[in-house]
């Protein structure tokens, strides 16, 4: 598989959210080497704290595959997922994923703590990095675009 081509979907969703105001995270989910699942955070346009990328982008895949289980799936995600779609993600089966940029404040899967490790009928294998830096970087220019 092509990571980084992923992840530069994936960052692509998230330059969406920031244009749209949105804190700039995007995930596509991929099945037999096709994007079956794409989302990028949505929260304000929603005003619902479910509306995560990871969320969005697993109840699309759940609707193209007509099933909860994404098993033989694999996530990216320029931000490394917070508790609730750590959850949703061993909830769902995803084996794989990917993700771009730590989250040091809200980050489940090492930044803070590692959902992934925990005592869970499934443990995704993780892979953190992809293209970190540029992922990094959406997110600190949309921060910084906020503070001025």
């Not at 994936?10 to 959210?17: F, G, I, N, R, V």
């Not at 995560?52 to 098993?71: D, I, Y």
């Not at 931000?79 to 750590?86: F, I, Q, S």
Request: glycine content about 8%.
């Amino acid at each position: 598989m092509d990571h980084e081509l992923y992840m530069r979907q994936a960052l692509e969703l998230a330059k969406e959210a920031a244009a749209a105001g949105e804190v700039p995270v995007g995930c596509v989910i991929v099945h037999e080497g096709k994007v079956i699942g794409r989302g990028r955070n949505r929260r304000e346009e929603k005003q619902a704290v479910s509306s995560h990328a990871e969320m969005e982008a697993m109840a699309q895949a759940n609707a193209a595959l007509g099933s909860w289980r994404l098993e033989d799936c694999t996530l990216y995600v320029t931000l490394e997922p917070c508790p609730m779609c750590a959850g949703a993600i061993i909830n769902a089966r995803i084996p794989r994923v990917y993700y771009g940029a730590r989250d040091r404040e809200m980050g489940a899967c090492g930044g803070v703590l590692n959902l992934f490790m925990e005592r869970f009928p499934h443990h995704p294998a993780l892979v953190g990095g992809i293209l970190a830096e540029e992922c990094r970087e959406v997110l600190s220019e949309f921060f910084r675009s906020l503070r001025k």
